[in-house]
């Protein structure tokens, strides 16, 4: 789906929502995210930490977690949001998981505006690297 097709403005609300929904004790931070689906479907998730701090699962990770229970398609749009509306760049970690539910058309929300996955995450190593290896290793 083009850019200018995908409602930015219901994404980030339904990202905002799923923020007041975060468990965040340790750092104070919550984070919602929101993804729409080439089933037209907008699959949510919030942050959920640990006291053993490391354990901490992203937005992201909640929403895919939601996109493959419910069997809604690939991922054409994200976007992680705080309690204000505001769109988050969304972590290193979290841009590989993206790209794996989406491929490298997904765009992302962002502070800067909606952008492709693949300029936030250059030279993706994907499953296609997989499948090169088998190729060329037999
Ligand atoms: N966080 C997310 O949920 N998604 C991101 O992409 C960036 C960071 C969360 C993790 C942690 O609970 C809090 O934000 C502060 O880093």
Redesign the pocket.
């Known amino acids: 789906m083009e850019n200018d097709k995908i409602d930015w403005e219901n994404l980030r609300m339904k990202a905002q929502e799923a923020a007041t929904m ?1 468990y ?1 004790p ?2 104070n ?3 919602g ?1 929101a993804g729409l689906t080439d089933s037209g479907e907008v699959v949510t998730g ?4 640990n006291a053993s701090i490391g354990l ?6 909640g929403m895919i977690s939601d996109l493959h229970r419910r069997k809604a398609g690939r991922l054409i749009a994200a976007v ?1 949001s705080n309690p204000e509306g505001e769109a ?4 290193g ?2 841009r590989q998981i993206l790209i794996e539910a989406g491929g490298k058309e997904l765009i992302v929300d962002g502070p800067g505006g909606p952008k492709s996955i693949v300029d936030l995450l250059a030279d993706p190593f994907t499953v296609d690297d997989l499948n090169e290896r088998d190729r060329t290793n037999p």
Not at 88 to 91: D, I, K, R, T, V
């Open positions: 975060a965040a340790y750092s931070f919550p984070v995210a919030c942050n959920v930490e901490t699962l992203c937005a992201e990770c992680a988050l760049a969304p972590c970690r979290c």
